[in-house]
């Protein structure tokens, strides 16, 4: 597969790199430049949890500031826009006092 046209599929989402899109259910899905750089980190290491700091150290592109909230809250909106029931997510799972990670669990056709 090349980066050209590269897209994660899992269950009833379909993230497409390149175009940097987001689809679930047939409707596109928009999400700022960090929550689409979250998703794709999440997305592309499924069953990998990250911390708040690495995620951070790798979206923002600097060093982790402290600041737990920004993650947690680019992560709640996220959640907002993918999940069904955004108070029980299916997509992004918390590993509790460690992270966040992607559910490995849903299908995947990358």
């Keep these: ?34 929550e689409f750089e979250i998703l794709q980190l999440l997305a592309r290491n499924a069953g990998r949890v990250f911390s708040k700091e690495q ?23 996220i959640r907002e826009k993918i999940e069904d029931n955004p108070s029980k997510p299916v997509y992004i799972q918390t590993v509790w006092g460690v992270g966040y990670r992607f559910n490995q669990n849903i299908s995947s056709g990358r």
């Design 1 to 34: 597969m090349t980066l050209k046209d590269e897209k994660l599929c899992f269950s009833d989402l379909t993230i497409d790199i390149s175009k940097r899109v987001i689809e679930r259910k047939a409707e596109n899905i928009y999400l700022t430049f960090i």
């Design 55 to 77: 995620i951070y150290d790798i979206v923002w592109k600097e060093p982790y500031s402290g600041d737990y909230n920004i993650v947690m809250s680019h992560i709640r909106n």
